[in-house]
């Protein structure tokens, strides 16, 4: 079975320039998360879909992060303009539904953003 | 915010030890977790305690779940020097909207 496919895995930007990860889930999942991992940091919830309708996305910076899930299963996350403190690993992971009922969320390998 | 927090930060132990981390959570969960993190790597999925279980074993791993106190603990025994990585436990707290939530983790270096 694949796993959480991301890209890029690593992006150096500089201040107010752009960038965009991509994340397909593992096939058949339903749940596709966004995490943002500073250095020394537990991961943190940036937005959460169910299929391509968002369950949560009450922790994502609105005024520069955008993010989204075509057809309900690709996603995409964009940060426009970014700042210093948006240097961190953004790990997509998925599951086949919702938390509650006890599933395990799968990670990919992240991608690693360094704003100069 | 983060819910669960782990300890010790960090723990360096001789191979062939016991490794013991905690966790302490604030609120009612539906179920807890333990994840590892490889240096430069995503996190792997490692153990799922339910609010309804008080012990759970696999392999080498043992988890154990309080809720009246609120904490859990992961053993992992005969430590490997493979086992060197960043600990991590999340909470799926009840309610709606259920939501993964991690600690800031726990660093174990197992010495060869």
């Known amino acids: 079975e694949a796993g959480v496919a991301q890209s890029p895995r690593y992006k150096i930007i500089e201040k107010r320039q752009s960038v965009a990860f991509w994340c397909n889930p593992i096939?058949?999942?339903?749940?596709l998360y966004w995490y943002q991992q500073i250095l020394g940091q537990g991961p943190k919830l940036l937005i959460q879909?169910?299929?391509?309708?968002?369950?949560?996305d009450s922790q994502l910076p609105k005024d520069r992060f955008s993010a989204e899930r075509l057809k309900g299963v690709d996603s995409t996350l964009k940060i426009q303009p970014a700042k210093l403190e948006d240097s961190a690993v953004y790990l997509c992971a998925s599951s086949l539904t919702e938390l509650y009922s006890g599933n395990t969320i799968y990670f990919g390998e992240g991608s690693w953003l360094t704003v100069v | 915010s983060q819910q669960g927090e782990e300890d010790p930060q960090a723990l360096s132990i001789q191979e062939g030890e016991n490794a013991t981390m905690n966790c302490s959570y604030k609120?009612?969960?539906?179920?807890l977790q333990w994840y590892r993190q490889n240096s430069g790597r995503g996190l792997v999925h490692l153990i799922l305690i339910r609010s309804n279980e008080r012990e759970k074993h696999s392999g080498r791993l043992r988890v154990t779940l309080d809720t009246s106190k609120k904490s859990s603990s992961l053993l992992i025994t005969a430590s490997r020097a493979a086992d060197t990585a960043s600990y991590f436990c999340a909470t799926d707290a009840t309610g709606a909207n259920s939501k993964l939530t991690f600690g800031k983790g726990i660093t174990l270096s197992v010495r060869p």
């Open positions: 096939s058949g999942h339903a749940t």
């Open positions: 879909f169910q299929n391509n309708g968002v369950v949560d």
């Open positions: 609120t009612s969960i539906n179920n």
